[in-house]
């Protein structure tokens, strides 16, 4: 697990500034040697931290490894406590994995299916999953994006990078004041006006200041996760829930879509977060079932 200091120093090099894209590659690498102090610069060769870690990810590979993964009979009790201290106690880092978990769990196992044409112009993107075929991802940084609360829901190379890295984790328990504020969050959000958009309950959420240690983006994504969970209910799909069962990346880019024709012109649409609204409300018996699973 990285330490706050390391990811202090880490803020200083993840910076638009310091990027170079590359284009063959189709990435970003980051300059690391002279923007930092002496002894932040120290604290960066003391950790072994290789800040530009560039790996290769081939589809097959990558559904192969995620269904191999799940098998790790640990993995649901640990990603459920995680989740509880991302929101409980402001542990960034265990958003995420709560839904690579799930994702990489109702995935069918299957090999490389590209989008049809008229849905999708890019040719390297599997209907099925939404990951690409080939891709080359900075590993360094994408890890370092999830210790600060942002996420990848769908079909990135960060969900393989993200449960390897968690099976080092060790002792990441939920307290059981963890668990009272997760209860007393989503007491809060079942109060929503019947009208309420999700920027109009992230805004709430930051009011209430019930989120501890929280920030827009960890709110953002917190939000964005409860609604790929199904807690936070969809008026596409009342059962939605990746914790049950899978949609195929086709399914959820038409949904988008329809979204985006009801929208403001530049609206940031994303299913399922965008169609949630008060009136649809939570869904409490997966909220238990995450409590249950971190309790086992
Ligand atoms: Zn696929």
């Not at 932040?40 to 072994?48: G, T």
């Not at 790996?55 to 993964?69: C, F, Q, S």
Request: charged fraction near 25%; hydrophobic fraction near 35%; include cysteine.
């Amino acid at each position: 697990m990285l330490n706050k200091e390391l990811i202090k120093v880490l803020s200083k090099i993840y910076r638009y500034e310091n990027s170079k894209y590359d284009p063959e590659k189709k990435i970003d690498v980051y300059r690391h040697t002279d923007q930092l102090a002496p002894q932040q610069q120290e604290h960066l060769e003391a950790s072994n931290f290789e800040p530009n870690r560039i790996t290769k990810y081939e589809h097959n590979e990558v559904v192969n490894e995620l269904k191999n993964i799940i098998e790790n009979h640990n993995l649901e009790y640990m990603v459920s406590n995680l989740f509880i201290k991302a929101v409980g106690a402001g542990f960034n880092r265990g958003i995420q994995p709560i839904f690579s978990y799930y994702f990489a769990k109702n995935m069918p196992l299957h090999d490389f299916k590209p989008c049809s044409a008229n849905v999708l112009e890019q040719n390297n993107v599997c209907r099925v999953c939404g990951i690409q075929d080939t891709v080359w991802s900075n590993d360094s940084k994408n890890l370092y994006d999830l210790y600060i609360g942002y996420c990848r829901f769908g079909g990135y190379s960060e969900i393989l990078l993200d449960l390897k890295e968690i099976l080092t984790f060790e002792g990441v328990i939920a307290t059981d004041d963890e668990k009272n504020t997760f209860l007393e969050v989503l007491d809060i959000i079942e109060k929503a006006p019947r009208d309420e958009t999700p920027s109009g309950l992230l805004k709430r959420l930051s009011k209430e200041r019930c989120l501890p240690k929280s920030n827009n983006i960890s709110r953002t994504w917190i939000v964005k996760c409860m609604a790929e969970l199904g807690i936070l209910r969809n008026s596409y799909d009342n059962d939605y829930s990746i914790m049950n069962a899978f949609v195929p990346y086709e399914q959820k880019l038409e949904w988008e879509l329809n979204i985006h024709k009801s929208s403001l012109p530049r609206a940031d649409v994303e299913f399922p977060i965008s169609s949630w609204q008060g009136e649809l409300g939570i869904n409490r018996a997966l909220a238990n079932k995450i409590i249950d699973n971190a309790s086992k």
